[in-house]
T-cell receptor, first 112, second 111 residues
Framework: DAKTTQPPSMDCAEGRAANLPCNHSTISGNEYVYWYRQIHSQGPQYIIHGLKNNETNEMASLIITEDRKSSTLILPHATLRDTAVYYCIATPYGGATNKLIFGTGTLLAVQP | DAGVTQSPTHLIKTRGQQVTLRCSPKSGHDTVSWYQQALGQGPQFIFQYYEEEERQRGNFPDRFSGHQFPNYSSELNVNALLLGDSALYLC??????????FGPGTRLTVL
């Protein structure tokens, strides 16, 4: 599985967009980019995933660069409840039949 | 529809003892994975079960073992507990080919 690199922490003002970067320069062609988040004392929560096209769902948008070496998770209107550790994971196939390799993630602090 | 459930929520054991943690997957999910999360770290993959067989295993010693039942629920067993086994143990379930859904975890403290 490709190694991912994320900043250890970021701040964001409530109501503004939060842009969380992830570097995965050694990603293989069959590896998807997955994003999970973990709110304090809870289990991780799936957010979104993508292979090479940009993706959007009700929670967030995922922008993957054309060379697939990096990506950005966008929370369009951050709220205090979005304060969490965000994990970027590169994994083969669909993610369910393979283990998830978590790094230390980015602690996003949404400020009022 | 109930999500992934785990029991117990908290557990205190002493060194050398054995522990069993339980997980019920989300309805319709046939794959169960277990993770260990030490304080301040990301979750680490222990193993994954599918069709009652261990399909993948992470870098954990044989003291960690598991089981999956015909109803897809699963158990994680840890023998000869060490202080370093203190952690949050997470169970995740998934339908084939889709993302993983995590339970709230079991907090294990080894004294």
């Amino acid at each position: 599985d490709a190694k991912t690199t994320q900043p250890p922490s970021m701040d964001c003002a409530e109501g503004r967009a939060a842009n969380l970067p992830c570097n995965h320069s050694t990603i293989s062609g069959n590896e998807y980019v997955y994003w999970y988040r973990q709110i304090h004392s809870q289990g991780p929560q799936y957010i979104i995933h993508g292979l090479k096209n940009n993706e959007t769902n009700e929670m967030a948008s995922l922008i993957i660069t054309e060379d697939r070496k990096s990506s950005t998770l966008i929370l369009p209107h951050a709220t205090l409840r979005d304060t969490a550790v965000y994990y970027c994971i590169a994994t083969p196939y669909g993610g369910a039949t393979n283990k998830l390799i978590f790094g230390t993630g980015t602690l996003l602090a949404v400020q009022p | 529809d109930a999500g992934v459930t785990q029991s117990p929520t908290h557990l205190i054991k002493t060194r050398g003892q054995q522990v069993t943690l339980r997980c019920s997957p989300k309805s319709g999910h046939d794959t169960v994975s277990w993770y260990q999360q030490a304080l301040g770290q990301g979750p680490q993959f222990i193993f994954q079960y599918y069709e009652e067989e261990e399909r993948q295993r992470g870098n954990f010693p044989d003291r960690f073992s598991g089981h999956q039942f015909p109803n897809y629920s699963s158990e994680l067993n840890v023998n000869a507990l060490l202080l370093g086994d203190s952690a949050l143990y997470l169970c995740a379930s998934s339908p084939t080919g889709n993302e993983q859904f995590f339970g709230p975890g079991t907090r294990l403290t080894v004294l």
